[in-house]
């Protein structure tokens, strides 16, 4: 699986969108993006997944560069609950997840 | 309501006693898997299973064995647990892998483990 590259951490402001940035320029061409949180120790909760066209559910955006070298996760309205470390994973869709270091994220009042 | 359980949620032991941590999930999932999930070190697969009788080894398999002769249940055993088993542990399941990017893995709530 490819390796993929996140800031450490980040803080947002709640109520404004977060955007998360991953470099996965090693990604081959049957692999998808997955970001998955985890929230203090609980498990890691699926967010979304795509591998070439960008994606939204109802949780977040996912932006995906045309040459898949790197992603970019948005969270439109960030809220309190969405502190978490957020991770990006290349995977493709038989292999495990190789977890990260993941990002950090922090919203503030 | 969809989950995957864990039991127990907390866990001391001492050395040498053989303990197991059950894994079950009501979602007729074929790929089950445990991780464990250490300071500084990440999540590491220990153990997957593609379906009912198929196992392998993850990452990090020593010390460890599994078993899934159901499809919902996919216990962990340690026959000899020791100190460096001290760790925080996960087991997911997904519906299946290799369709469409479908490996989207649900997660049980984790598993607090330490040996003494």
């Known amino acids: 699986d490819a390796k993929t590259t996140q800031p450490p951490s980040m803080d947002c402001a709640e109520g404004r969108a977060a955007n998360l940035p991953c470099n996965h320029s090693?990604?081959?061409?049957?692999?998808?993006v997955y970001w998955y949180r985890q929230i203090h120790s609980q498990g890691p909760q699926y967010i979304i997944h795509g591998l070439k066209n960008n994606e939204t559910n109802e949780m977040a955006s996912l932006i995906i560069t045309e040459d898949r070298k790197s992603s970019t996760l948005i969270l439109p309205h960030a809220t309190l609950r969405d502190t978490a470390v957020y991770y990006c994973?290349?995977?493709?869709?038989?292999?495990?997840?190789?977890f990260g270091a993941g990002t950090q994220v922090v919203v503030t009042p | 309501e969809a989950q995957v359980t864990q039991n127990p949620r907390y866990l001391i032991t001492v050395t040498g006693k053989k303990l197991t941590v059950t894994c079950s999930q009501n979602m007729n999932h074929e790929y089950m898997s445990w991780y464990r999930q250490d300071p500084g070190l990440g999540l590491r697969q220990i153990y997957y299973?593609?379906?009912?009788?198929?196992?392998d080894k993850g990452d990090v398999p020593e010390g460890y064995k599994v078993s899934r002769k159901e499809k919902r249940n996919f216990p962990l055993i340690l026959e000899s647990p020791s100190p460096n088993q001290t760790s925080l542990y996960f087991c997911a399941s997904s519906f299946s892998l290799g369709t469409s990017g479908s490996n989207e893995q649900f997660f049980g709530p984790g598993t607090r483990l330490t040996v003494l």
């Open positions: 299973s593609m379906n009912v009788e198929v196992t």
């Open positions: 090693t990604i081959s061409g049957n692999e998808y």
């Open positions: 994973i290349a995977s493709d869709s038989w292999g495990k997840l190789q």
